[in-house]
């Protein structure tokens, strides 16, 4: 992928895989939870929003696997049993752990046996939190908007632009190195930054972006990234960036 494509690509997938070597756990599963708020209505039970959150608690280790397992058991057991519980399904696995990766033996029987209901969960792929989620969220907003989840129903294409850009929020872009922000760093860019963390109040980026100028930066990405007025999630890479979190 050449930086061009990066910036022109209107589906994750690609993006996350080409993120394969550079993109950290942390990064992958708050990716999966930022497609589950967006179809946050899809999620008629509190368990499965539950899920979500306990996910995103433990992308920045403030809960346990036995925690996780259990948010996840609790929600599996109210997943509608119709196959059409997209919304669900993306929560489950933004909660879940991919399987363990299989042996060289067990893929030669899956090639020549062609498992094709298997997804990235199944064969242990350790993308699989964000690339499962992001499809059945994309499904999941068909779903409320009345179409079919058929990957070229209109919804489900304008989803997967949005989804885009939640990839450009929290990884920013691969093709540019990251500044170095130490000497931004006063006291009220670090007030602000973990404020905006802690309570994923967005809305105040553009304030960032005035304190971020007011201490120096004079780097264009991070000062237009926060001024942007677009979709932002935790794990957005500007915040991540000033915290020092990958």
Known sequence: MTEAQWLACTNPQPMIEFLRAKASDRKIRLFAVACCRRVWSSLQHEEFRDAVRTAELFADGLVDRAEM??????????????????????????????????????????????????????????????????????WAAAHLRGESHVLNAPATIAEHREQTALVHCLFGNPFRPMPDCGAWLTREVKALADGIYAECAFERM????????????????????????????????????LLGKG
Not at 93 to 115: E, H, M, N, V, Y
Not at 213 to 241: F, Q
């Open 69 to 138: 397992l259990q948010a996840y058991e609790k929600a599996f057991a109210m997943h509608p049993k119709d196959g059409k519980g997209y919304g669900p399904s993306a929560a489950l696995t933004a909660c879940a752990f991919p399987a363990p990766p299989k042996s060289i033996w067990q893929r030669i029987a899956d090639a020549l046996d062609d498992a094709w209901w298997e997804d990235e969960m199944d064969k242990g792929d350790r993308l699989g939190p964000a690339l499962v989620a992001a499809r059945d969220a994309a």
């Open 206 to 241: 553009p304030l960032l972006a005035d304190a971020l100028e007011a201490s120096g930066c004079t780097n264009a990405d991070l000062i237009e990234h926060s001024r942007s007025g677009r979709e932002h999630a935790r794990g957005c890479w500007v915040v991540d960036l």
